[in-house]
């Protein structure tokens, strides 16, 4: 009987050893992989340049939206240009603004801004864009002046095409905002070193940018871009202004 005991014995030893080393493994399965899952690779959505996703608070205005977006640029830096998709949308977040526009058009009013920067307020308008130049030269005094008062009862202004007419009056909008709201931002005396001619002013490149910015997205795709326009055009005047 001794024998058969010392079988049975060392049997039911086995399949307790066998059955340890499962759970062992099954053990260390478990573990490894909640390791694997605590190492993903952060991303923008889980680890953001920006402190926030969200706008600080629903804007109402083309400047609301700018400050939006200048707040957490002041704290973390300007991002890389040109913009990649998911800092784009990252920043129209913030903004607050909800629009179709993509990264793509986003970049094109970028690079036009570069350009109004090496060309200057004036010539920008004249030699840039395909606008009448009754319209031209109220996007110059717009700029020149902060704001067109009665606007729509400029002469010439009813005979205009009715996109340059939004147009025009969205520009105007946008650069009361940033009058009004001056304090939101910081300039120097002089626009850049670019004056104005005929006017015998310089603008703030901040109010200035917004502007260009504004009228660059709506001539792209009217109001969706011409507001994201502004907000990217503000922020880069702002960033003439104060470098």
Excluded at 84 to 110: H, M, P
Aim: aromatic letters at 8%.
């Amino acid at each position: 009987m001794i024998p058969n005991l010392g079988f049975a014995l060392k049997l039911t030893i086995m399949k307790i050893v066998k059955t340890l080393g499962i759970v062992l493994i099954l053990s260390c399965l478990i573990t490894a992989c909640s390791e694997e899952k605590q190492q993903e690779p952060v991303t923008i959505e889980s680890q953001s340049l920006f402190a926030s996703k969200r706008a600080v608070k629903a804007p109402t205005t083309t400047f609301d939206a700018y400050l939006n977006v200048k707040v957490a640029i002041e704290t973390h830096g300007m991002p890389a240009l040109p913009l990649d998709r998911g800092t784009f949308y990252e920043l129209q977040s913030l903004s607050g603004i909800e629009t179709e526009i993509d990264t793509k058009s986003a970049n094109l009013i970028l690079d036009e801004l570069f350009v109004f920067q090496e060309m200057g307020v004036v010539p920008y308008i004249r030699e840039r864009t395909n606008f009448s130049e009754l319209t031209k030269d109220l996007i110059i005094k717009i700029i020149a002046e902060e704001s067109i008062e009665g606007i729509d009862e400029v002469e010439g202004f009813a005979s205009l095409k009715r996109d340059e007419q939004e147009l025009l009056l969205h520009l105007n909008a946008v650069a009361l905002e940033f009058k009004e709201e001056a304090a939101g931002f910081e300039h120097r005396d002089r626009y850049c070193g670019t004056y104005i001619s005929g006017y015998d002013s310089y603008a703030p490149c901040t109010r200035a940018g917004a502007i260009i910015g504004s009228s660059i997205g709506m001539s792209l795709c009217s109001f969706p871009c011409g507001i994201i326009g502004g907000v990217l055009g503000g922020l880069f005047g702002h960033w003439l202004d104060t470098k």
